[in-house]
């Protein structure tokens, strides 16, 4: 997709974002715009960034390191947004600015032993499979909100957040549900005072339902497809 087309695909969700942010009584400045990467090339990367969005959430790590050196997220944080092997959190500790996909207590101990290792303080958010999908990853609901309480045991790391992926809806509107338990679950965690926990992301919402997602309180949604176009897989 060429960079004009992806600018105004940005600017259109921009709108889009400041609507729903306003019918639903908040600031559109409140919540940021991550574009989802995967499979598209560092120059598609780059006409977004230019294009005004808040930053990157990739999902592989191949992809990560073949795009970074050639600058396609210069100027904007970078995340990761994808299933994470334990074996693969060396290239990403210390390098992205935020890891959203934390969804297991094997990841989460290999990135803080990892981070104290390397001296630096890696932000996370916890993944939660809010929907309790069987084929989904993530923590429930109460294993986040009692790992939250727990942080101060991984100094390595700071938690920031809670990200999740709901189900494709079937019919619009199916997801705010998930949407209004990921925003309680937030507020909850966030009332209480836990060490290392800064309660600022709540990430939620794609493509297909953005608009749902900011309507019940999410703060970052991560957008591939409105953003660049259909994926080719190859
Ligand atoms: C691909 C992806 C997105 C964006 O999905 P679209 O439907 O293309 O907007 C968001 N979050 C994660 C974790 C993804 O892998």
Do not use: W
């Not at 997709?1 to 019918?23: C, F, G, L």
């Not at 790992?147 to 809806?169: F, Q, R």
Request: include cysteine; charge should be neutral; proline fraction near 3%.
């Amino acid at each position: 997709m060429d960079a004009k087309t992806i600018a105004e695909n940005v600017a259109h969700i921009r709108e889009t974002m400041a609507q729903a942010a306003r019918s639903a009584g908040r600031a559109p400045e409140d919540i940021q715009l991550c574009a989802a990467t995967k499979m598209n090339d560092a120059d598609a990367v780059r006409a977004a960034i230019a294009a005004g969005v808040d930053c990157c959430g990739e999902n592989r790590v191949q992809e990560l390191q073949q795009k970074l050196p050639q600058g396609a997220y210069a100027g904007k944080p970078l995340h990761f947004i994808g299933r994470l092997q334990t074996n693969k959190v060396k290239y990403l500790v210390g390098t992205v600015d935020l890891i959203e996909s934390v969804d297991r207590m094997e990841l989460l101990e290999a990135i803080d032993k990892l981070a104290q290792k390397r001296g630096v303080v890696q932000r996370i958010l916890l993944e939660v499979n809010i929907a309790g999908q069987e084929s989904k990853a993530g923590f429930t609901a109460e294993e986040a909100a009692r790992l939250a309480a727990k942080m101060g045991d991984y100094p390595g790391v700071k938690l920031c957040g809670l990200m999740a992926i709901p189900p494709v809806s079937e019919h619009p509107g199916d997801n705010r549900i998930f949407f209004r338990q990921m925003r309680q679950l937030f507020v909850d965690i966030k009332g209480k005072t836990y060490d290392n926990v800064a309660m600022e992301c709540l990430s939620m919402g794609m493509s297909d339902d953005y608009p749902d997602a900011i309507a019940e309180g999410s703060t970052m949604i991560r957008v591939g497809t409105a953003i660049f176009g259909a994926r080719h897989y190859i």
